[in-house]
């Protein structure tokens, strides 16, 4: 026979869920108006979709809402703040069947689930009772023809060190309001208007309403939140999951994956993945978004899309890099060459204040990370080439890169080849004799070189010149002025040939005086 004094319970016609007032202790208010407010509006996207809602303010001096089907303006559910009795009233169409105050008795079915629902009354609904009672507010559901009232009470079936436990009790009694016939009104009482006001923002679907958070909405990914009022958050399914610590300019509403209490993240590489497709859309969109911004935000202060777009490069070196997967893998990876190219320009707009190189329409000024550059340094000392040769300018390595991707980005390796392929200019006939000499000159050292081992190039600046398989390679534009040219393709010959002057002045028995 039971222990359970069950027939007590019936008497007074109340039942314990068996829940201890301390089981989820970390639960508070936020917890609890999370699951009812989510609640209500997964139950009315079950019944009308979410394509056909649309959410109105009632009264925008009390935060109250309708949630209304957009084609038929037939009204589906609301919330209603009584500041005088400090009662805030959340109801929709509906009905809730006791099975639903069952540990796991949840009213989604996960084979028919929508995946624009985040679930329906089920742990969460006694969690959210649980959690309002020890914030010392009243909690009651008003299921149709019936009330559920939910307390705190001592249960003498259980124990702890000898004292009777308290637990989460609720009865139901008869409702003679006709007025919630088909529906589901929840109410939380001794909630005060600063907390509720405090509440909206933990639900986009509503601080939309009240305010402009300069959301852009991308339909694959999740969004980006320009508010700075809600830089760092991190929503899932337009509800507030968690804040970063990290410096990064903007909050996101990404559909993640969560555990039951939804405040983290358990897959973060999930999260940044997602994250860095949300970027790459807005910046492969700037024009569209640009336009669209002017009405969602209150000042330009606020716009990333302003004449400022220093704070782009600003929001991609702090977002890029908390978004960042590992060491090892950058979200250039989403990035495609319309995006890469726009950023290209921007930084050139940007840079070319502090920077003389960056002239109007120099897009060739190419990004580094600085512990490249002494790769890049062995390569022109490997092949004889001035530092000119390559400009560039030193940066982060996720903004370079994030660069590499845009189609005028092109490395020191690629540059030197499509160098040494570039079409032959042809000597001028004025210019033979000279050529002639200058061969002469360098096969009084070294017997094989002849012509062929000389090319002239069309590039800039004149003053480049390389060597790649004993070829040499010098600038056509030195056929500007003859009498220089002799001078300078000798003597680099002679360095690209590591030949010093004393060895050249004891091969023709010259001594130095």
């Not at 209490?261 to 949300?278: A, H, L, S, V």
């Not at 950023?343 to 897009?363: P, V």
Request: net charge neutral.
């Amino acid at each position: 026979m039971s222990k359970i004094d069950y027939d007590g319970y019936k008497k007074n016609n109340e039942f314990n869920t068996w829940v201890s007032h301390l089981y989820c202790k970390r639960w508070g208010l936020r917890e609890g108006m999370r699951e009812i407010l989510q609640n209500q509006k997964d139950e009315i996207i079950n019944q009308i979709g979410k394509e056909n809602l649309e959410i109105k303010t009632y009264n925008d001096s009390n935060y109250d809402f309708d949630f209304i089907h957009k084609d038929t303006q037939e009204i589906y559910g609301g919330i209603r703040y009584d500041r005088a009795k400090e009662i805030l009233t959340i109801e929709n169409k509906g009905h809730l069947e006791t099975y639903n105050l069952l540990l796991g008795g949840t009213s989604r079915n996960e084979e028919t689930a929508n995946k624009d629902i985040i679930g329906c009354f089920g742990e969460g609904l006694k969690l959210a009772a649980l959690a309002f009672l020890r914030e010392e507010k009243l909690f009651m559901i008003y299921n149709g023809d019936k009330v559920w009232r939910f307390y705190l009470k001592e249960d003498q079936n259980f124990k702890r060190n000898g004292k009777a436990e308290k637990c989460l009790f609720w009865r139901s009694e008869d409702s003679n309001n006709a007025n919630n016939q088909n529906k589901v009104v929840v109410q939380i009482q001794f909630i005060t208007f600063e907390e509720w006001k405090e509440q909206i923002d933990n639900f986009l679907w509503l601080a939309t309403k009240i305010k402009k958070l300069g959301l852009i909405h991308t339909d694959n990914y999740g969004d980006i939140i320009l508010n700075p009022n809600f830089k760092n958050k991190i929503f899932s399914k337009g509800v507030f999951v968690t804040k970063t610590d990290s410096d990064i300019c903007y909050g996101y509403n990404i559909d993640l994956v969560l555990d039951r209490d939804r405040n983290c993240i358990p897959n973060f590489d999930e999260f940044k993945e997602k994250g860095n497709k949300i970027i790459w859309y807005l910046l492969e969109n700037y024009r569209e978004e640009n336009k669209k911004q002017n009405q969602y935000l209150d000042s330009d202060e606020i716009n990333m899309f302003n004449e400022f777009p220093e704070q782009i490069i600003n929001f991609l070196e702090k977002d890029l890099s908390f978004l960042k997967r590992s060491y090892y893998y950058y979200p250039s990876t989403y990035a495609n060459k319309k995006a890469a190219d726009f950023l290209w320009k921007l930084n050139g707009e940007i840079r070319k204040i502090k920077d003389k190189r960056f002239a109007q329409d120099n897009l060739y000024l190419y990004p580094q990370p600085l512990y490249y550059k002494s790769s890049l340094d062995s390569f022109l000392k490997k092949h004889y080439l001035p530092e000119d040769f390559y400009d560039f300018f030193i940066t982060s390595s996720l903004f370079a890169y994030t660069l590499e991707q845009s189609t005028y980005y092109e490395s020191y390796e690629t540059k030197f080849d499509n160098l040494v392929k570039s079409a032959d200019v042809n000597i001028p006939k004025e210019l033979d004799k000279t050529i002639d000499e200058i061969v002469n000159k360098i096969k009084l050292i070294k017997k094989s070189f002849n012509k062929k081992n000389l090319i002239f190039k069309k590039f800039y600046p004149p003053k480049v010149y390389f060597q790649k398989n004993e070829t040499f390679y010098f600038s056509s534009l030195l056929f500007d002025n003859p009498q220089d040219m002799e001078k300078f393709v000798f003597g680099k010959c002679l360095d690209m040939m590591e030949i010093k002057i004393l060895d050249l002045l004891d091969k023709f028995h010259i001594t130095p005086k």
